[in-house]
């Protein structure tokens, strides 16, 4: 329709495409890099698992994604920590903000490979896409209802 892609930043600094109905949000960690797009707004978040530091845990995360990563046996403490970072992150993406001072506003709930966010009690209206590819966590955030999309590294 002769329309010219023009990329904007938001006041998050969060990229899109004007007047086209694309959205992408991109990541990276490790040797990989993660680009999600659709028709909605969305956050992509990929993290690769190693140590973590119980002290960002506590800094960071709601008291019930505390209460759940110490509930854990030691041995499973550092998979939830990076799958937990990466579906927050992911969310937070969506709404197109930054993690300073809304981290932990709002809590992750997992349960086998299942993910909802919530505020208190309440559900938020978004979606969790979750990949994991070696030692790598993938989370995709969105209100669009779509199948599970496939992703080639």
């Known amino acids: 329709d002769g329309r010219t892609a023009e990329l904007y930043i938001n006041s998050s600094g969060k990229p899109y495409l004007k007047n086209h109905g ?10 990989y890099v993660l680009c ?17 530091d119980i002290k960002v845990v506590d800094r960071f995360f709601h008291r019930n994604e505390r209460l759940y990563i110490a509930s854990l046996p030691n041995d499973r403490q550092a998979a939830a920590f990076f ?7 992911s969310y937070i993406k969506a709404l197109g903000k930054s993690i300073a001072g809304i981290f932990d506003s709002f809590s992750i709930k997992v349960s086998g490979e299942t993910a909802a966010a919530y505020t208190d009690a309440e559900l938020l ?3 969790f896409i979750e990949y994991k590819i070696g ?16 992703i080639i590294f």
């Open 36 to 52: 999600a797009v659709g028709m909605e707004e969305l956050g992509a978040d990929i993290q690769k698992t190693g140590k973590y």
């Open 135 to 150: 030692e790598y966590f993938i989370s995709v955030c969105t209100k669009e209802i779509i199948d599970k999309p496939i």
């Open 125 to 127: 209206p978004y979606r």
């Open 83 to 89: 799958r937990m970072w990466a579906l927050k992150e």
């Open 22 to 31: 694309i959205y992408f949000n991109i990541s990276h960690s490790g040797k």
